[in-house]
């Protein structure tokens, strides 16, 4: 009985380990999209295994706010509705497919949302992978903010050029989200890490022991960098 069930169990494991034969690469699971906007990611996909597939859609799910329209599309053939989108991909062994993407067209209203994708290898049904983005629409290239969404609001620094003391406003709904700023010099290397307090409203840096010159500040939530502005510091 012993000796069966250790057969079973190799078995399971051969059988699991053929079952993921592809997966989603450099595909941005968190996203950024300015209202009133038409934007196209691709969702890229890898095969693992040894042998030609077939990748479609199997369906895509839907959640969110706001009055945005989304697109599937594998090749040329796009629906609102995945389950509709019958084109599937050939994907050779270790070859990477940009076939598959999500068109996103927004509304005038500040939203988020999220869409679960799940694709499906023809050759196995049960061999299958799913994929989920969230998604931000708000105003991205304000001159006043570096980044506005509903949980999240963040003012670009100013002054900017700034000579002692540089500050940013901003606004956290969410106290589960980590919302940093990180400062770098001109070659890249980080030279302050600023965590946003959801207690507070204003950050405020003191400059007069930085080196005159050009400097990035990049904004991140929840470990994922969201936009880069430049900043200067003179005496």
Do not use: W
């Not at 629409?137 to 540089?166: D, Q």
């Not at 890249?188 to 507070?200: F, H, W």
Request: net charge neutral; proline share 3%; aromatic share 10%.
């Amino acid at each position: 009985m012993k000796r069966l069930a250790l057969i079973l169990s190799l078995l399971l494991i051969s059988y699991l380990s053929v079952a993921q034969g592809f997966r989603v690469i450099e595909t941005p699971e968190k996203i950024f999209l300015n209202k009133n906007n038409e934007e196209r990611k691709i969702i890229r996909i890898q095969n693992t295994s040894t042998e030609a597939i077939q990748v479609a859609f199997l369906y895509a799910k839907t959640e969110g706010s706001g009055e945005n329209y989304l697109t599937f599309c594998s090749g040329k053939s796009c629906s609102a509705n995945a389950r509709d989108i019958r084109q599937h991909q050939k994907i050779e062994p270790g070859a990477i497919s940009d076939a598959f993407s999500v068109a996103f067209k927004t509304g005038n209203t500040e939203s988020e949302g999220r869409v679960r994708l799940t694709f499906f290898n023809m050759y196995d049904m049960q061999d299958s992978v799913s994929f989920e983005i969230n998604y931000t629409v708000g105003n991205k290239n304000s001159s006043n903010y570096l980044y506005s969404a509903p949980s999240v609001a963040v003012s670009n620094f100013y002054p900017n050029p700034a000579s002692s003391e540089i500050a940013l406003d901003y606004r956290l709904g969410n106290d589960d989200e980590e919302v940093k700023v990180i400062l770098q010099n001109i070659l890249g290397s980080a030279v302050g890490e600023y965590t946003l307090s959801p207690s507070d409203k204003r950050l405020k840096i003191n400059t007069q022991e930085f080196t005159p010159g050009v400097y990035f500040y990049t904004l991140v939530i929840d470990q994922k960098s969201i936009v880069t502005r430049k900043l200067i510091i003179k005496k």
